[in-house]
C-alpha cells in the first residue's frame, strides 16, 4: 500500500519521465527509479535516470511495465484507490498511444477500483481524448486467458465500456500560477468522472478563480475554474496541496496554501492538504530560514505578509493548516 495520504496504493504501468517545468527540480520518482535501477531485478527500470551533480535525473526513456504488473489490478478484488504512474507520466510525450489504450483498458477492465491519473502533460491528455475518444473501447483489448497483453481491437463483451470511464479520476500538476493558467484548461476540455489538480509542490500563488481564458476586443479575460455556469461548464472537481519535501525542497508560504484552500471552501470543491513539506512556520526568533530571501517562487509574498520558516523534516512540519487537517476528496464513482 501507499504511504501518499490521498491514495491507498500505487499502480506503475509506465515508468521514466523528464523534467517539464520548476516543480520538476527535486522530484522524488528521480531518486527512486536510480535505486530501482540500481538493485538491478527491474529490467524496466534501465536507462530511465543517470547521475548528475544534483543527483539522479531522468534521462527521458520510458518503458512499459512486465506484463504481471500491468494487470495487477485485474487480480485485486477488493475496492481500492491507485494512483496511477507515481514514477513517471502516462502521457509523457514518449509514450504511444498503443500503451496508453492497453492501461484504459485495464482500468475498464476493473470497475470495482478508483484510478487516479495526474499528469504534467496536460496538452498530449487532451489531444488523445479529443483524436478518437468515441473509439476508446473499440481501439483496446485484453486477452485475459494470457498473461500477455494482446491488442484485440474490441473490449471483451462481458464489460461495458462507458465514456469517460467512471472509475477514472484525471488530474494535473501545477506548482504555480503560470502552470495553473497552462494546464487547467486542459483538463477542463478533457471528458472525465472527476477532475483533480495537485498543487505539489507549491511553489508560488494560485488563483484558480481567474484562468485567462483569451483577448476580448483587447481586453483580457479570465474564469474561474471552481465553479460550474448552471451546474454544465467543467470544473475542477477537487484541489490537492503540498509543499516539497526531501533534499533540496523549498518551503511553501503559508498564505499560498490559505489561498487556495479559502478559494475552494467558497466554491464547495473538496481541499486536502497533503504536507508542509520539509518546513514549518516559528516564532520569528526560532527561524533557521527566512521569507522571502530566497525562497520567492514565482509569487513573492506582499509586504507585510512575511513568513519565518525552519526546516524541521517532513514529519515534524506536519500536515495541518491552521491547525487543521484538511482530508476532503470527490465521492467515490466506481462502478457496482
Known sequence: MSKIEWTEATWNPIVGCSIVSPGCTHCYAMRMAARIEAMGNTAHYDGTTQSSKAGAVWTGKVALAPDHILIEPLHRKKPTTYFVNSMGDLFHESVPDEWVDR???????????????????????????????????????????????????VIPPCRAIRLPLPNVWLGISAEDQRRADERVPDLLATPAAVRFVSAEPLLGGIDFTSIPDGVVDGIPIAFNALSSVYDVAPHIDWIIVGGESGPGARPTHPDWARSIRDQCAAADVPFFFKQWGEFRIVPAKDGSETWPAPWFGSTPPRSGDLARM????????GRLLDGIEHNAMPKMMVAA
Request: net charge positive; charged share 20%; hydrophobic share 45%.
Open 103 to 153: 492501461i484504459f483498458a485495464i482500468m475498464a477492465l476493473a470497475p470495482q477500483h478508483t484510478f487516479q491519473v495526474l499528469t504534467k502533460r496536460s496538452a498530449r491528455m487532451r489531444a488523445y481524448f479529443a483524436s478518437d475518444v468515441g473509439g476508446l473501447g473499440r481501439r483496446v483489448g485484453i486477452d485475459l486467458a494470457s498473461a500477455n497483453m494482446v491488442m484485440e481491437g
Open 310 to 317: 525552519t526546516r524541521v523534516g517532513k514529519k515534524r512540519a
